[in-house]
């Protein structure tokens, strides 16, 4: 089913953002909350906001126009999602509260209507026994903000039917995001990856190897730098398999089983695949104009970046600690 109307449930920043996201796509969008004065106190804050996005550039022009003409608010989460093509729950990020909200949900929309959860850690099949019609509920989890992230994580639970998945996915292709369709499992994968970079960060500062702020230094200006660009499979093809297996060599002599050599990796190397230096990588076979244009990509990109970074400056840093 082709999607054209939405409802937000939940009008805070996550979910206005999406709001903005889908309404400068040109779908019509309706704000709603548990109080449905903080739905219209929402929209005053979304209108205002494009304004000030596109006066400095951040939207593009016109999409004033089209935040103030597609989104409304008013009534209650009830009367919201009475007869939308899709319903995006985005309320805080607790089970009793998810489930409470999606119950109501499904029992006011119409029974072929589309309901989302932006839950970031929550699995599918412990949110989906709250909706009715489970086949037609799915994650859709964008981040904040959404007006400028534009990757979205999408879980199917065991119910949910193939005709929900390919309708989202157009609904995002159309607002300009990229959606990944990833397991039913805690976490998902944006935040087992952040969480688990945030833990190993962690440890380096309580051991005394460096400082929180060194430590950030050291990730938003080397491996942090490319992630705009590659994820952590292309990085490795282009810096070579068998260089990352020796690399795991030290990190599993210093630190044991939890950072020994992942068997993948040790696999694509007893096979000989190298990356990019050979032809055969993680993701794929390279062939020789595939990788150059690979190399030259990365060039350009890296120099882009390195220039946006000068041209924005340092980001504001907040004042030391006084203990």
Partial sequence: MPISTVTIVGAGYMGGGIAQVLAIAGFDVRLADVDVEAADRSLARLRQEARDFEDQGLFAPGSTALVEENISAGGTIEEAVADVDFIEEAVFERLDVKREVLGRISEHARPDAIIGTNTSTIPVKELESAVRNPERFLTVHFSNPAPFIPGVELVAGEATSPETVTSVKELLARSGNEGAQVADTPGMVLNR??????????????????????????????????????????????????????????????????????????????????????????????????????????????????????????????APRAD
């Fill in 193 to 318: 990856l952040q969480y688990v970079l945030m833990k190993e960060a962690t440890a380096i500062v309580e051991e005394g190897v460096a400082t929180a702020d060194d430590v950030d230094t050291i990730v938003r200006s080397t491996f942090g730098f490319r992630l705009g660009f590659f994820g952590p499979f292309a990085i490795a093809d282009q810096a070579g398999l068998d260089v990352y297996a020796n690399c795991f060599v030290t990190f599993e002599d210093a630190f044991g089983e939890r950072l020994a050599t992942p068997a993948m990796l040790t696999e694509a190397v007893a096979e000989d695949r190298k990356g990019v230096k050979n032809g055969q990588g993680l993701l794929g076979d390279y062939d020789d104009a595939t990788r150059d244009e690979l190399i030259a990509y990365r060039n350009r990109a890296y120099a882009k970046m390195a220039q946006l970074l000068a041209e924005l400056g340092p980001a504001p840093r907040p």
